[in-house]
């Protein structure tokens, strides 16, 4: 489905996405509500449950839906994106929508994903320098009152210690990330080769979704890994050359925003997984299982081909 879904975005003119745009938006906006009221999943509401299909996860399409409107709105108003009224209020609003239901589910790195992917957009598309700080000095602010709030945004990973023992066991989160470090460890220059994996039999928990690249290291070590990252940076590189020389802002948005999206989330996830930063739960674009994040990510890539196509 995600192939076919590529291969007819590659092929329709990207340019019907401005009508597109905001009915999107909204859908995303009625599926991020509609997924609060779902049964939890390892105490998270981000899946809506579709009896015979399978789940979907509503905040995918919404990472889609915000492209589409961020791109639409700069490219009609490029020339007044340096005022408050145009270049920066319509954007604060719609992401203050949809992070305020991402918190809720909750799910701190999609929505640290979306305001990223948000503030590219808006810098690329001429957004003044001093909202920015602004908004950074207010972001900050933002979430960290949310963590105080909703302190299982960061949860907090339990330990087990024997009595008379002062060595503690981790377990819940900080039993995933250790495990996920012996499997990074144990892969070595080479790894132990494709499929040979000892850590992803019931050592590291989600090893075909979230911690996929700790698997990915100790299957093809430190060489696979690099190779991995540098997929990504070509992936990047690539998005940046199609921009460049789109033959319209809309266009030039539209890739930046997708690219930047998998650019974003592949260095969050490997920061998850190398304990780099707090364990949130989000996908390796392309590598991790789930179904919508897949669709969606090829669905984009269609988009990217059909800019691409019209280069000039």
Not at 14 to 39: Q, R, T
Not at 168 to 181: E, K, M, V
Request: charged content about 10%; aromatic content about 8%.
């Amino acid at each position: 489905m995600g192939i076919a879904g590529l291969w007819m975005a590659s092929r329709v003119d990207y340019h019907i996405f401005h009508k597109l745009a905001w009915p999107l938006l909204g859908v995303s906006l009625v599926l991020l509500a509609v997924v609060l009221f779902m049964p939890e999943y390892n105490g998270c509401k981000r899946w809506l449950v579709l009896p015979g299909v399978g789940t979907l996860q509503p905040s995918e399409i919404a990472k889609f839906a915000v492209v589409l409107v961020f791109s639409h709105i700069i490219s009609l108003n490029h020339d007044r994106m340096r005022s408050f009224a145009v270049g920066v209020l319509p954007f604060v609003l719609v992401l203050g929508v949809v992070a305020a239901l991402m918190l809720l589910e909750p799910h701190l790195s999609g929505t640290l994903l979306i305001l990223g992917i948000g503030a590219v957009l808006m810098f690329v598309g001429g957004t003044g320098l001093q909202w920015f700080v602004l908004a950074g000095v207010g972001g900050a602010a933002a979430i960290g009152a949310a963590v105080v709030v909703m302190p299982d945004l960061v949860p907090t990973p339990p330990t087990a210690c024997a009595p008379g023992r002062t060595l503690c066991r981790p377990l819940g989160d900080g039993h995933q990330t250790i495990q996920s470090l012996y499997a990074i460890g144990s892969g070595g220059a080479t790894g132990l080769g494709l499929g040979n994996s000892r850590q992803k039999h019931l050592f590291v928990p989600e090893p075909q979704n979230d911690f996929i690249f700790s698997i990915v290291c100790e299957e093809l070590g430190f060489v696979g890994a690099c190779a991995v990252v540098l997929l990504f940076v070509l992936l990047l590189w690539r998005g940046i050359t199609i921009a460049a020389h789109a033959p319209d802002r809309f266009g030039a948005l539209l890739v930046v925003g997708f690219t930047v999206q998998v650019a974003l989330q592949a260095v969050l996830n490997v920061a998850v997984v190398t304990n780099t930063i707090p364990n949130t739960g989000i996908s390796l674009p392309f590598f991790s299982s789930g179904g919508t994040s897949l669709m969606m990510l090829l669905g984009e890539m269609g988009i990217v081909l059909s800019v691409s196509r019209g280069e000039t």
